[in-house]
């Protein structure tokens, strides 16, 4: 069965890819969405298995990889618990991009290879997570980041679709070679690469050193902050998070399958497959506490003042992320993994609903120029409305005899805050992340207002939308100033010659699933995941569970357990005076606060950072390179040096090609007077 789940959709991928347009849009479209709703199939009985406390499955030999010495590394598939949440996740949310795809890619002339870059993703991300032993994840690892080089550039004549590929591919490489010096490392100190044995022996390598340029370090601090590295440059955490916004120029099916449910949980996953490994150091637990925190909260930061709507859905993932990894750190990997379940059903749905918003929109992305959307697209309207109450965790808490019950955020998000809370060691964490959960509420329903409530702002001319944009990027652009343009220049029926409609049936389908796990994956499943006696027979030592912790979040006090509802009310609140009722009020504040405005906006100007730091030396040292070495001396006194020498020589010697018989002739005398004075002289 295993082999079916991971091999199909490779067997589609290789099909769809080679056969192309030979094989036609509909065929290839059929044959990889096909292998990946059988896959989906396949996997869900794997995951009820362990819910309901069936026998851990074998791992499955495939074939010896290779074999060197005491490098031993065969491909093998290990089906976990782990494994079985990540199976459920990867294939239901790719089955239906598959299907999405179908209407969002209708009119590209390319679906064969969009769908196989598709099915080929799914196969590496697959693979990473059946791994047992570090090579072999890998393996998957490297796949996924090619496929999602493939697939962020799949419109490969948008310049900026090109930068924004190579961005990603490049930023990754960063990451993996921190994954890489850990899996070297931990083979040196392990002496295998295989998961269960390196995991069976961690606890005893606590406390150990390792000599590295003289000095003396602790063993299992080194190899996790390395290992961790990875996960840093894969899950968009903060320093190497620069790719993901920017990854948006890919089609909004590859935003939903790669950068909200798939790809960027790859860090999370691994981290949570090795947590044996980092329980034995405090000190990456503490570094990856803070990376998440401060991960969480800055990516909050900036989704309130972006203006596309894969954009703020964008740095919203950043910010989800940057809660599992301080749930982690903390020590609660049962909790992570269930904010990664959860957060699969309600982002998956929240980019998919954007771009059927775009798609209505004739692929406008800019909210400050939507509005009034909700009677016009309601289907996605309702839809997007359950992935906004998700993500913002509306709920009612367990307290005061009252059931708990809330959708899919919710349970995972508040658990992960609970927990963080409880374990001590994440007590900042916890405030981060409640001041985080406000700007999540406040951005998510700012993205609702602007989209589906207020007046139209579908503006027909050309000229008035530049206007618009010519004046910066206020958010007073939506407000009273987008409403004067608008009542200026409106047309006709007020729609400014923008006719919104819903997405086909293709799009509204995977839509309406992806919903109903935003609405119900979190109360189904949460005592699996997170509850101390169900959660310890769910995991069965896939994942290092820490059962105390888990108990101590039952009993933290009344107003940790109400902070995160509060604070979503908060945001609500706000977004409702600023988008709503008062549309001036982000005008005014932009104006107040203009600095801190621009510093937001601009992303905290990282890239204008890195752009100084890295960018332009690695280009100056290239064009160095390039003019002095390449040119300059290389090819000075090289090949253009030979040629040189040799059309001066063609010069001379062709003086001596006169034609005339005379001039030989006198030429061998010459010759000759000179051989018969060398012979005189001897």
């Not at 067997?11 to 036609?24: D, E, K, M, Q």
């Not at 209505?360 to 400050?368: G, I, K, N, T, V």
């Not at 959708?407 to 409880?422: N, P, Q, R």
Request: net charge neutral.
């Amino acid at each position: 069965m295993i082999q079916l789940i991971v091999f199909l959709p490779l067997l589609a991928a290789i099909i769809a890819g080679l056969g192309n347009r030979a094989i036609g849009n509909v065929p290839a479209k059929v044959l990889t969405t096909g292998a990946l709703f059988a896959s989906c199939l396949l996997s869900w009985p794997i995951f009820i298995h362990y819910l309901t406390g069936g026998d851990p499955y074998p791992v499955t030999q495939v074939f010896t990889w290779m074999k060197s010495g005491d490098l031993d590394v065969s491909w093998a598939l290990r089906v976990d618990a782990l494994t079985a949440v990540m199976l459920v996740v990867i294939t239901s949310v790719s089955a239906l991009v598959h299907l999405y795809s179908w209407g969002y890619m209708d009119e590209d002339p390319d679906q064969p290879r969009f769908f196989a870059y598709l099915s080929l993703f799914t196969f590496a991300m697959l693979m990473l997570v059946t791994a047992n032993n570090l090579v072999q994840m890998f393996f998957g690892w490297e796949g996924v980041g090619l496929a999602s080089y493939l697939l962020i550039g799949f419109w490969f004549k948008k310049p900026s679709a090109n930068a924004a590929a190579i961005k990603a591919f490049v930023v990754n490489r960063v990451g993996d070679l921190g994954f890489m010096l850990g899996i070297f490392g931990t083979f040196l100190v392990f002496g295998t690469v295989s998961i269960p044995e390196i995991l069976a022996q961690a606890p005893h390598m606590a406390g150990s050193t390792i000599g590295f340029l003289g000095y003396r370090f602790d063993t299992m601090t080194v190899l996790c902050l390395c290992l961790f590295v990875g996960a840093m440059g894969k899950s968009a955490q903060l320093g190497l998070h620069t790719w993901l916004p920017d990854a948006m120029e890919g089609p909004t099916p590859v935003s939903a399958l790669i950068h909200a449910a798939t790809m960027v949980t790859a860090g999370v996953f691994m981290v949570c497959r090795l947590s044996p490994m980092f329980e034995t150091s405090e000190v990456a637990l503490d570094f990856v506490v803070f990376i998440g925190a401060a991960t969480c909260i800055f990516a909050a930061t900036i989704g309130t003042c972006q203006h596309d709507i894969k954009r703020v859905i964008a740095y919203s993932t950043c910010s989800q992320l940057g809660y599992m990894f301080f749930a982690a750190g903390s020590g609660a990997y049962g909790a992570a993994m269930f904010h990664l379940f959860t957060h699969a059903f309600f982002k998956a749905l929240l980019f998919l609903g954007a771009g059927s918003v775009i798609h209505a929109m004739h692929h406008e992305q800019d909210m400050r120029f939507y509005g009034g959307l909700r009677k016009k697209i309601p289907v996605t309207f309702w839809v997007m409305m359950i992935g906004t109450l998700a993500i913002t965790g509306v709920g009612i808490p367990g307290i005061f005899g009252l059931p708990q019950i809330g959708f899919a955020g919710f349970h995972s998000k508040d658990g992960i805050l609970e927990l963080a809370y409880a374990s001590g060691r994440g007590i900042g964490a916890f405030y981060v992340g409640v001041l985080a959960a406000l700007l999540t509420s406040f951005y998510s329903w700012r993205l609702m207002f602007l989209t589906f409530w207020g007046k139209p702002r579908w503006i027909r001319s050309e000229h008035i939308q530049h206007a618009v944009h010519d004046h910066g990027h206020d958010d007073h652009a939506h407000g009273a100033h987008a409403h004067d343009h608008h009542d200026d220049h409106a047309h006709g029926d007020g729609t400014g010659g923008y006719h919104p409609h819903e997405s086909p049936l293709s799009m509204l389908i995977p839509l309406i699933l992806l919903a109903t796990g935003a609405l119900a994956a979190g109360f189904v499943f949460h005592g699996w995941f997170i509850e101390p006696d169900s959660g310890e027979r769910f995991w069965r030592g896939a994942i290092a569970f820490n059962e105390h912790l888990y108990h101590s979040a039952h009993q933290v006090p009344l107003w940790v357990k109400l902070s995160a509802s509060f604070v979503m009310l908060l945001g609500l609140i706000g977004a409702w005076m600023a988008y709503i009722w008062r549309t001036d009020i982000p005008a005014r504040f932009t104006s107040t606060f203009r600095l801190l405005y621009d510093f937001v906006y601009n992303k905290w100007y990282f890239d204008e950072l890195y752009n100084l730091l890295f960018v332009r030396p690695a280009f100056a040292l290239g064009r160095l390179f390039w003019k002095a070495g390449d040119e300059g001396l290389i090819d000075r006194f090289g090949p253009n040096g030979s040629a040189w020498v040799v059309s001066l020589g063609s010069r001379v010697t062709g003086r001596l090609q006169t034609g005339y018989v005379y001039t030989y002739a006198f030429v061998m005398l010459i010759g000759l007077t000179a051989a018969v004075t060398w012979a005189i002289a001897q």
